[in-house]
């Protein structure tokens, strides 16, 4: 069955801490998303991979093929970083409904 | 440029009643999405398609109908509308599979 995992499910970080949210899958995939999800509810692509790395300003994007795992790194934390962040696979068979969600994890970064 | 529009953003229907969703896009997307988010899930798939008079069933379909009869619109009807479909549904665009998804705002419904 395709699943994807997330962790923490909850996270709550000083301002400037380095965070790390972790997601992982259980069978090979052809890319994963990283979406960000605001208080008000909108949802924003943050990236798309299928190998390596990604960097867009403080955020940092990793994904480990062969260990099915993918993290989210956040430096400097900031309270505007304050979110739901979603990882999403592209299971294998690329249609649509491939494309299965983690939970989320919350992430509050205080003051 | 909009991006991906919905309407309404808040609903309230009584059990029983129809309704459509409303959701269109600007990008000349090919594929669109419904999905409904509810509370420590994952988003779900609801109805997807990957272009004009092409459309297919996700993980929850039942109770709700869709057509795509242009590339840039897709509604989401509700047929009769029950208390198990509260919740928040997000429509997304994206030029194939697996290319990054476009989320539209949202629209909360509720059903009493």
């Known amino acids: 069955k395709n699943e994807v995992e997330q962790s923490p499910q909850n996270l709550t970080a000083q301002e400037g801490e380095f965070i790390t949210i972790n997601c992982s899958y259980s069978v090979g995939i052809s890319a994963l998303h990283w979406l960000q999800q605001h208080p008000g509810g909108g949802i924003v692509s943050l990236f798309m991979?299928?190998?390596g790395k990604k960097k867009h300003g403080r955020l940092i994007a990793t994904i480990n093929i062969q260990e099915k795992h993918s993290s989210l790194h956040i430096t400097a934390s900031h309270p505007r970083d304050s979110a739901v962040y979603i990882c999403a696979a592209f299971f294998y068979g690329g249609s649509q409904g491939n494309l299965i969600f983690g939970k989320g994890t919350k992430l509050s970064v205080k003051p | 440029n909009a991006g991906v529009t919905q309407t309404p953003k808040f609903q309230v229907l009584k059990t029983g009643q129809s309704m459509t969703l409303q959701c269109a896009q600007d990008m000349n997307h090919e594929y669109m999405s419904w999905y409904r988010q509810d509370p420590g899930m994952g988003l779900r798939l609801i109805h997807y398609?990957?272009?004009?008079?092409?459309?297919d069933q996700g993980e929850v379909p039942n109770g709700y109908n869709v057509s795509r009869s242009t590339t840039e619109d897709f509604p989401l009807r509700l047929l009769s509308a029950a208390p198990s479909q509260t919740s928040v549904y997000f429509c997304?665009?994206?030029?194939?599979?697996?290319?990054?998804?476009?989320f539209g705002p949202g629209t909360r419904l509720t059903v009493l």
């Open positions: 997304a665009s994206s030029y194939g599979a697996p290319t990054e998804q476009f």
């Open positions: 398609s990957v272009g004009a008079g092409i459309t």
């Open positions: 991979l299928s190998s």
